[in-house]
T-cell receptor
Framework: DTGVTQSPTHLIKTRGQQVTLRCSPI?????VSWYQQVLGQGPQFIFQ???????GRGNFPDRFSARQFPNYSSELNVNALLLGDSALYLC???????????FGNGTRLTVT | GIQVEQSPPDLILQEGANSTLRCNFS?????LQWFHQNPWGQLINLFY???GTKQNGRLSATTVATERYSLLYISSSQTTDSGVYFC?????????????FGKGTLLTVNP
């Protein structure tokens, strides 16, 4: 089975721009979660979607939004980028909301 | 929110040595997972272990939920074991399947 795939792998944006990150879960997985990881820290929870509905939101501003499509793939959008948004953005999928998480390789976002 | 503390923060081993990594958490959990992040940033799920003991090759893990800690054992370490080991938990009673990660243990295995 193909693992969790994320695109793009790297991205450089300017402050104030908008970005869309994409994620395809493992086949058969209905839950997708997004995490932000800054250097030297553990990943921080941003969103969780299950069966196309938002089930959880972390402590992130409204500039962050996401959605899940009928094929269970997901997009994370970040508006009005700030320098502090520079990080590795990780997508994870699982069969259900509480089952083992499987992460993609991440999208490294640099905001200049 | 729930607090997750991992120890030690850094660990340097010679190849072949054994090690124990610890994860303490501040509240009851219904989900605990161990991950390995390799030097290229890939996060690999090692164990899903809300309670009990599991083994996978040279790795094993034990969670004592009533005492709010989990241990990850690495035996006969290899250079490929290098990287950051994260413990992540989900608070019991939580409704959003949010995993809270610790800060990790940075393991370096020297040849």
């Amino acid at each position: 089975d193909t693992g969790v795939t994320q695109s793009p792998t790297h991205l450089i944006k300017t402050r104030g721009q908008q970005v869309t990150l994409r994620c395809s879960p493992i086949s058969g997985h209905k839950s997708v979660s997004w995490y932000q990881q800054v250097l030297g820290q553990g990943p921080q929870f941003i969103f969780q979607y299950y069966e196309k509905e938002e089930r959880g939101r972390g402590n992130f501003p409204d500039r962050f939004s996401a959605r899940q499509f009928p094929n269970y793939s997901s997009e994370l959008n970040v508006n009005a980028l700030l320098l502090g948004d520079s990080a590795l953005y990780l997508c994870a999928s699982s069969r259900t909301g509480g089952s083992p998480l499987h992460f993609g390789n991440g999208t490294r976002l640099t905001v200049t | 929110g729930i607090q997750v503390e991992q120890s030690p923060p850094d660990l340097i081993l010679q190849e072949g040595a054994n090690s124990t990594l610890r994860c303490n958490f501040s509240d009851s959990v219904n989900n605990l997972q161990w991950f390995h992040q390799n030097p290229w940033g890939q996060l690999i799920n090692l164990f899903y272990i809300p309670s009990g003991t599991k083994q996978n090759g040279r790795l094993s893990a034990t969670t004592v939920a009533t005492e709010r800690y989990s241990l990850l054992y690495i035996s006969s370490s290899q250079t490929t074991d290098s990287g950051v080991y994260f413990c992540a938990v989900e608070n019991s009673g939580g409704s959003n399947y949010k995993l809270t990660f610790g800060k990790g243990t940075l393991l370096t295995v020297n040849p």
